[in-house]
T-cell receptor, first 117, second 115 residues
Framework: GAVVSQHPSWVICKSGTSVKIECRSL??????MFWYRQFPKQSLMLMAT?????????EQGVEKDKFLINHASLTLSTLTVTSAHPEDSSFYIC?????????????FGPGTRLTVL | AQTVTQSQPEMSVQEAETVTLSCTYD???????LFWYKQPPSRQMILVIR??????QNATENRFSVNFQKAAKSFSLKISDSQLGDAAMYFC????????????FGKGTKLTVNP
């Protein structure tokens, strides 16, 4: 149980284009999902917290208009990187909290590697 | 502010031996959760073990156990009978109560298992 998927696992795009990353909880309902960014050999940096049906809460320094988060259902959250630039290249990881049975444990997706040319 | 400190950037252990990874934290909350996550080269974050702060008994999951010292704000992970597959980055994380509470991660400890 408690499986989280991410799609795509790897994406290359041109500078100026937008990229959407999906995060799905496959076998549980996730009232809250989190989006992280991880640079090589570093820890995870929380970008935003999203609750189903409401606006995401962004961490300080994260551009809301650049990283659009939508949590339209209890099993799906999306992160859209708008007008991507090379400095947005990174590893993006989502996590989901099982609000019914999982207590406060976050389960992580496998991550998405974004390369912006 | 909540903080998590992992003072060992790298550790190594011989296969079948035991290793302990250190973690200290700071929080003003009375109720919270502590986690150890493993990140192998695939970069998939895997939950290793979870501890509720209100529980005095140390959590155990097969070869993994913790030494939770609440007063000292210490939460170390012991890996017994180390296996090659245990090689990974290990992150200690602190979480508050409630659905939207964030996880605060330490910087991680890279564990190498030598055959």
């Amino acid at each position: 149980g408690a499986v989280v998927s991410q799609h795509p696992s790897w994406v290359i795009c041109k500078s100026g284009t937008s990229v959407k990353i999906e995060c799905r909880s496959l076998d549980f309902q996730a009232t809250t999902m989190f989006w992280y960014r991880q640079f090589p050999k570093q820890s995870l940096m929380l970008m935003a917290t999203s609750n189903e049906g409401s606006k995401a809460t962004y961490e300080q320094g994260v551009e809301k208009d650049k990283f659009l988060i939508n949590h339209a259902s209890l099993t799906l959250s999306t992160l859209t990187v708008t007008s991507a630039h090379p400095e947005d290249s990174s590893f993006y990881i989502c996590s989901a909290r099982d609000g019914v049975w999982g207590g406060d444990t976050q389960y992580f997706g496998p991550g998405t590697r974004l390369t912006v040319l | 502010a909540q903080t998590v400190t992992q003072s060992q950037p790298e550790m190594s252990v011989q296969e079948a031996e035991t290793v302990t990874l250190s973690c200290t934290y700071d929080t003003s909350e009375s109720d919270y959760y502590l986690f150890w996550y493993k990140q192998p080269p695939s970069r998939q974050m895997i939950l290793v073990i979870r501890q509720e702060a209100y529980k005095q008994q140390n959590a155990t999951e097969n070869r993994f156990s913790v030494n939770f010292q609440k007063a000292a704000k210490s939460f170390s992970l012991k890996i017994s009978d180390s296996q090659l597959g245990d090689a990974a980055m290990y992150f200690c994380a602190l979480g508050g109560q409630g659905g939207s509470e964030k996880l605060v991660f330490g910087k991680g400890t890279k564990l190498t298992v030598n055959p």
